[in-house]
């Protein structure tokens, strides 16, 4: 222990450097299982859908219409800011909210989250990461 004293006065930014590395990295772990625990992969996202959960796509009108998940809702950007009152029937249903990437999913997730919904979901890795497994898209 003395040693360990003796090293942190005689290297005072190599021990400050260790602390703030180590402090970052707590933080990220602490960030990703906060955003991990609301995210879902597809293959769990087919399970709520198959259990009654409500899919809704939050991209542009044309991105929806150029493929979409089967079933799913559409609301665009310009529906988002009213996105808790026209999903006020499913505030106690699980709800999957997806994107392209998952990035503006996760936002609305957010928001959803802050209006009393309980059982809302983000894709994790958005349409890219449907497509990216093989999964089926609806057209039209």
Known sequence: MERLLEYATNHPFLVSLAVAMAAAVLAFELRSRGQSHSSVAPQDAIRLMNGGAAVVDVR???AFAEGHVGGARHLGPDQLANAAE???KHK???VVLYCETGASA????RQLHASGF??????RGGLAAWR???LPLQRG
Not at 118 to 123: A, C, M, P, R, S
């Open 60 to 62: 542009n009108k044309e």
């Open 86 to 88: 026209t999903l006020k």
């Open 118 to 123: 309980t059982k809302v979901f983000n894709l």
């Open 132 to 134: 990216a497994e093989g």
């Open 106 to 109: 996760s936002r609305v997730m």
């Open 92 to 94: 106690e249903k699980p």
